[in-house]
């Protein structure tokens, strides 16, 4: 069977498709974001998105509601339909037994365990198109989904708020907010969608923050957060200790820090790891190995500036959220990226997306290119 060309209405349901995968966000991760539209006789029949983890994906959801419309109709999805038995049975044998006539998907599947769904649809004499995106545009979708799927580590992204003239706080130690209500609620929404949420500790001293989505629905569950803090000096009283219960809270040490600061932490209601240092911090891929272990597979950096500048110039960083505010702080504000510029590694990021915003502020993501 040939494969048809890519029509002007194929990308464009294939666009709708991604849309409503995203409003998935905050409850699937570690799945995939993905939509999916069926249409028949040029008319759509049913729309479906992967809406919780262990619920039904996206092909599964618009053909419960497409019921007998499904049978030969086309069926746009904006990933890869999925092959295996994973905590619900293979997309693929839904689509076939719906009787549905031709598939088109935007992104290749990249795990190796859940790919091959095309070949399936195939066999089955379904007509299939696709890829249709790039691999490019798949990760832009999915970024920890397409990481975690080559990598044995957890994906990285860092958020900044920042100056125009690109400045993260007004002074040394000094709480600034940089950005307005708008962005701010949209750096809380970001956070559902990850694991766990990573900061040094001179962020927990100057700003105290709880790292939690407070100004957003919740996602399914709370992220947990990360704090580096080589010495274990970080306060028993700060704010993110009061709700350690429901979200936990992990402090990495130096290996050699002292048994008494080991135990205040513990106390305070951390989880303590010590770990290899590496100059005047920790060692990020250990931190990162650790992660790992404990299951996180995708961590947001939210400062500071040198543990930004530590792991972009280390290549841990994968994404950059950057929402730029209309301000300027001057020569004494703290800038972005601390340090020698030049080993930053621009050249390897590209936009994800086109430049959002958000109030009176512009979010701009990049993305590490691979083999960048």
């Known amino acids: 069977m040939s494969e048809s060309p890519v029509r002007p209405e194929d990308t464009a349901l294939l666009e709708r498709a991604v849309e409503l995968g995203r409003l998935g966000w905050g409850q699937v991760h570690p799945n995939p974001l993905v939509g999916c539209v069926i249409v028949k006789d040029g008319e759509t029949v049913a729309e479906g ?32 339909p999925c092959s295996h038995q994973g905590r619900t049975p293979p997309c693929t044998g839904a689509l076939v037994d719906a009787g549905v ?11 190796s365990l859940a790919g091959g ?17 790039s691999e490019r545009r798949g990760r832009a979708e999915n970024p920890a989904h397409f990481h975690v799927a080559r990598n044995e580590t957890p994906h990285v ?3 900044l708020a920042m100056s125009l003239d690109g400045r993260i706080a007004a002074r040394p130690g000094e709480q600034t907010r940089v950005t307005g209500e708008e962005a701010h609620r949209e750096s809380h929404r970001l956070r559902t969608g990850f694991d766990a949420i990573m900061v040094g500790a001179g962020t927990i001293r100057a700003d105290d923050p709880r790292l ?61 790891h010590p770990v290899p240092g590496s100059g005047a911090g920790l060692d990020l891929d250990a931190v990162l190995g650790v992660c790992w272990e ?79």
Not at 58 to 67: G, K
Request: hydrophobic fraction near 45%; aromatic fraction near 6%; charged fraction near 25%.
């Open 49 to 80: 998105y992967h809406a919780a983890l262990g619920g039904p994906h996206a092909e599964v959801a618009a053909l419960e509601l497409a019921t007998i419309r499904a049978e030969g109709a086309t069926v746009y999805v904006s990933l890869e």
């Open 294 to 372: 404990l299951g996180m597979r995708s961590v947001l950096c939210e400062g500071g500036a040198r543990l930004a500048g530590s792991l972009l110039r280390e290549r841990l960083a994968q994404r950059l959220y950057l929402f730029v505010a209309p301000v300027t702080f001057g020569a004494e504000g703290v800038a972005a990226f601390l340090g020698d510029a030049s080993g930053l590694g621009w050249d390897d990021f590209e936009p994800a997306f086109e430049p959002e915003l958000f109030g009176r502020d512009t979010l701009i993501v990049l993305d590490r290119q691979e083999g960048g």
């Open 117 to 133: 769904g095309a070949a399936v649809l195939r066999e089955a004499g379904v007509e299939v198109l696709g890829p249709v995106f």
């Open 212 to 272: 939690t989505p407070r100004l957003v629905p919740p996602g399914r569950e709370l992220p947990r957060r990360i704090v580096l803090d080589a010495e274990g000096t970080v306060p028993s009283d700060a704010a993110l200790f009061e709700d350690h219960k429901s979200a936990p809270v992990h402090v990495f040490v130096s290996a050699d820090v002292s048994e008494s600061a080991l135990e205040r932490l513990e106390a305070a209601g951390a989880h303590v």
């Open 101 to 111: 006539r031709r598939v088109v998907f935007g992104a290749s599947e990249p795990s």
């Open 157 to 159: 992204a860092v958020k």
